[in-house]
């Protein structure tokens, strides 16, 4: 199916409902019993809340509040009602972005989001504006950083941006944390029990939250514990654990607080700070069995699944773990300053520190073999730190000179050192890499009657700091000699967005993006006497290049969007598997990515609503290393996703109850020119709510309705322990009540 083809289909399959995904809540009382679809918004459109219909407005990309009617390209809101509607089918902080966000792809349904991309590329994860992301060494883990139920809302840029800096190759993904909004003290409990109906795979979870607001002062705090066990598959076989780590049979702790203080005149001014503690840690209740895998080139879905049996891994002759548990374990803490009164303009400024621990599980690889600390094989475990710091500004005026001209601009300045190593026996893997990055910005916007026009730019103005290391056994111990690799790009961009009356919008857009590859996977390779860091051309940065046009409709009875998008770059980085390894290689070839989104919704009735998004993505790369053309060779699963259609139909039974069925469908692929094929499938899940008075919402979610039997697409390559059969019928009642 050709380019025009696949158009028409997405556009026939939306177009005739309507819509463009506008959701406002259906359920009485959205804070406690949201069951609605989620508000997938571009260009023109805007999202009610219960208690405000005023234009939603975003901060994200812009830095501070902008209407999204102004704001040129494609943007996604999902509201707290879609958030909530999410938890209560699964508790995976990236299912969400995969049932919503027409770019996002398919949940690996882990903690690993390896393959997990945004419009092709790998999208940059931030919570409340501050990066949870590590180019420099992308271990996939950093999408599940917090509790979901701090989550207020969450903002999504599709599309190369610079707007918040390093990293956001594929698009920007910000989660925004709740505040205390009404007058007074408020306390909320959740409990929650899923269960797939088997002895050792049930799930518990226990919330609390308390919000205060009064004299200028708000406090919101939050604190949740989470138990998982572990996983089946629609056979009823246990899924297997993830080589990166997995969600199942694990615990779950988080602390979240935050206080503000609004003074000045009218409370133009507020000072508040956040804190943030995340804890996921892996029980160690079960090992890894691998399945058996068909032959290549045949149908990868009818093999066995790698599976997982009781029992920590441990040696046979002292009975001693071989390995300690892995986890993810996140801390932030923030201080913001905001003045919406200075000087005729606004003013933000965020200083930010954030520490990010993921530990993988152990294995005896051959890479962590070393005959130096033990003539036999042993098992041994990597761990990537990531340690940030740095200040956020943001200076916005209105009305500059002429009516409707606008300019923001300000400096980010960070400092990020990641590294990687191996944590049984303190090796150093990848070096500490220290990242600090100088980045001014300047935007100007100006409304000229029904149209916007936007330009603006960043100067990125990074060094990353290496000092000498040796590489591992593996990788013949090697001596590195260190330095520093500098990064000066100046990066563009501009837009047109235009209002037409009776619903209907246009908008076209060019922006660039900067990142820089997965630093971390070329200097642990170093196999070779000689080496410098500043002699590796695998960590030239990565400059992205996007071009972007959408149309868009609005009216009383549904909503109806398109955009089509191109995205270049002429080093780009991506991921191909070692075919004796099984291990991920980084290639530095140039890529051409091009795809669309279809976004609608129908609402016939007050009380009936159906959403509806389709997204198609295509990526081309060389053949090879230092190839420039052709540039013909398709890019697989791990970088582009399958076609993804995903519906949502919501009723409002009664003014207390409400009723959503939803489906997503992954589509079958064949790339025979890289001998990839694909089968794609289609999943179904339900809620229910209820508000039972003053007692409270009572929620029901099924995940995978009919207990489909189906492998993730990502399962359908061949990489080290991946062949993974998707989670069966999962069932999960939650409650809450607000005081």
Partial sequence: MNMLARLALGTALTGAMCSAAYADPLAPDAAAAPATVAAVQSADQTAATPDDSAPTVIVTGTRSPKAIDKIAGAITV????????????????????ARTVPGYSESNQTLNTLGETMRG????????????????????????????????????????????????????????????????THFGVTGRFGTQFRDDNSQYKAGVTIAHKSDGIDIFAAAAYLSRGITYDAHGRRIGLSASSSLADSKQYSLFFKAGHDFGD???????????FFYLKANGNYHYVAGVRPLLGTDQTTGIPDTAVPGAPTNPATGLLLFKPDFNRFQQYALNYSNTDLLGG??????????????????????????????????????ILSKKYGLRTSYAHQNLFVTGLELRFGIDVVHDQTQQYLAQTNRVWVPPMNYTSFGPYAQLSYDVGPVTLSGGWRHEDGTVKIDDYTTTAFRN????KGGKLKYKNDLLNAGIIGRFGSGFSAYATYSEGFTL???????????????????????????FKNKEI??????SMGSFGVSYYQSRSKNGSTYAVDPVTKDLILNRRPINIYGFDVTGELRPTSDLRFNLVYSHVIGKTSAANNVTTPINTPLGVLNIAPDKLTATATYQVIPAASLSLGSTSYFSRSLPAINEQTKGYTLFDLTANVKAGQIGTFSLGVENLFNKFYFLSSSQIDIFQNYFAGRGRTVSLTFHRDF
């Fill in 78 to 97: 999902i509201t707290p009602a879609e958030v909530q509607r999410s938890l209560t089918i699964t508790e995976d902080a990236t299912a969400v972005l």
């Fill in 121 to 184: 590329r790998t999208a940059l994860y931030l919570f409340d504006g501050i990066p949870q992301s590590t180019p420099l060494r992308d271990g996939s883990r950093n999408a599940t950083f917090t509790d979901m139920a701090t989550i207020q809302r969450i903002e999504v840029i599709g599309g190369a941006s610079a707007s918040e800096g390093i990293g956001a190759a594929g698009g920007v993904i910000n989660y925004i944390s709740r505040r205390a909004t009404q007058d007074g």
């Fill in 266 to 276: 009218n409370g133009s001014q507020r000072l508040e700070a956040s804190a943030s």
């Fill in 346 to 383: 606004s003013l933000v400024m965020t200083g930010y520190y954030a520490k990010q621990e993921m530990r993988f599980p152990g294995d005896d690889s051959d890479d962590k073999q070393d005959i130096r600390i033990s003539p036999t094989r042993f098992f041994d475990q990597s761990e």
């Fill in 477 to 480: 111990s090697v001596l590195v």
């Fill in 517 to 543: 590859p997965n630093v971390g996977i070329p200097l642990r390779n170093v196999n070779v006497p000689g080496k410098t860091v500043e002699g590796l051309l695998d960590l030239e940065a990565v400059i």
């Fill in 550 to 555: 959408g149309f868009n409709w609005r009216g």
